[in-house]
């Protein structure tokens, strides 16, 4: 389980702000790992985890942009029904909570037929741990029917 820094910046929700703001992180060549945009009415949040944080901060910094850095879990999810489900119960058993998770453009040369979900959560050496041991993402055997009792 691997862990990320991950940039949040918080903009005029206007057209071309993204766009101008994606096109300064990649004059200087900054990659994405994952990025996500959410709306709250007249400001947007991006969050995003770049290939390398100290060039995106340093672009962030010369262009005068505020930012929070944050660590986030990488976890890789394969393609099968239940995969992030699964992240999800392994977490939750262990009383950890998810303050928000957003999933990956591509692997960044992981295993094929996997993406990367990035998770915020309240305990970060907890659930790298937790998932870590458990198998983030083995699927679950799901256990035979229970009998039925006569009455």
């Known amino acids: 389980m691997k862990t990320a820094k991950q940039l949040s910046i918080s903009l005029v929700n206007k057209p071309g702000r993204l766009a101008a703001l994606l096109a300064a992180l990649n004059k200087e060549k900054v990659n994405f790992r994952a990025l996500s945009v959410m709306d709250s009415g007249e400001r947007g949040t991006l969050r995003f985890v770049p290939d390398d944080a100290d060039a995106a901060k340093e672009v962030l910094e010369k262009a005068s942009i505020n930012f929070d850095?944050?660590?986030v879990l990488l976890a890789e999810v394969p393609s099968h029904q239940g995969a992030f489900r699964n992240i999800c119960e392994k977490l939750a058993a262990?009383?950890?909570?998810?303050?928000?998770a957003y999933c990956s453009f591509n692997s960044g040369g992981g295993a094929r037929g996997k993406s990367i979900a990035v998770i915020k959560v309240n305990d970060l050496a907890k659930a790298q741990r937790i998932l870590s041991e458990n198998g983030a993402t083995s699927r679950r055997t799901r256990p035979g029917r229970r009998p039925v009792h006569a009455r």
């Open 69 to 71: 850095s944050t660590d």
């Open 94 to 100: 262990e009383h950890l909570n998810i303050d928000y």
